[in-house]
């Protein structure tokens, strides 16, 4: 049944099913950034289309870690040469081109780790800059949706995948199409991926932070800007990395 009772209801399995099948994977991507920010790295996040909403969860939100990175499609313009009417091309996250502008705004480190994240892992723009990243060096970390993937042809002329390129692979649970509710005579109505992707970016940080616990150290958290002395807080913890976070929209 379509409605937000059914919604509630279909997406609360693939909720705990991601919680249950990806613990080990997101341990797994847990030390991969650790190892990164302890050496000085930082984080970078990307996501094109929908998929902005897992780097979004990630990146300069309260709670969350400092060393972050947001890169996307907008960069091309506002930290590129690219004309603005590019970005009403609305293919243009299939062009693997792309990547090669995106990689050098990131301003990327060799300690810095990426993240990402893509329902359907098929795009040039998402492969391309995988390549990339593999070739600078730096561990990947993939967000995606293994059963969409697995179902759509490879549009990057390598024929490769997202997943195929990452040293960790997170399943975002979404099914093919992203949408979970069926529409009579076909094709479904209300997607998941976002929903999930705030799931696994947050478990990801809490797994990042327990092991900095665990180590006795202070993990370079956060706080809100609207709580007393969040501006101070975070503007000192931001200061370690002058020149190396990007926090415009």
């Known amino acids: 049944m379509i409605s937000a009772q059914g919604y509630a209801e279909a997406v609360r399995p693939v909720l705990d099913r991601v919680v249950d099948s990806q613990t080990e994977a997101i341990g797994r991507a847990a030390d991969l950034i650790v190892t990164s920010l302890r050496a000085g790295g930082v984080l970078q996040a ?10 979004a969860e990630l990146v300069a939100r309260a709670g969350g870690l400092v060393p972050t990175n947001r890169l996307t499609l907008h960069d091309l313009v506002l930290h590129g040469d ?3 009417d590019v970005l009403a091309d609305p293919k243009l996250e299939r062009d693997p081109a792309v990547a090669h502008e995106l990689y050098p705004l990131a301003g990327a480190q060799p300690a810095d780790v990426f993240l990402i994240a893509s329902q359907s892992g098929i795009n040039g723009s998402v492969v391309e800059l995988a390549l990339l990243v593999r070739e600078r060096g730096h561990p990947l970390i993939a967000v995606t949706s293994v ?14 995948r997202l997943a195929d390129l990452a040293d960790v692979v997170l399943d975002n649970g979404a099914p093919y ?5 069926p529409l009579e005579g076909g094709g479904a109505v209300c997607a998941v991926s ?13 797994e990042v932070v327990r092991r900095f616990h665990q180590a006795g150290e202070v993990p ?6 609207n709580v007393p002395g969040g501006d101070a807080h975070n503007l000192a913890l931001e200061s370690r990395y002058a020149g190396r976070l990007r926090r415009t929209a």
């Open 82 to 84: 690219a004309p603005r």
């Open 220 to 225: 370079p958290i956060y706080l809100s800007a």
């Open 177 to 181: 199409g992203d949408a979970l509710l």
């Open 46 to 55: 990307f996501g094109a289309g929908h998929s902005e909403a897992f780097a």
């Open 147 to 160: 059963a969409h993937t697995a179902r759509v042809a490879p549009r990057h002329p390598s024929g490769h």
């Open 194 to 206: 976002s929903v999930t992707a705030a799931l696994l970016a947050q478990l990801l940080t809490a």
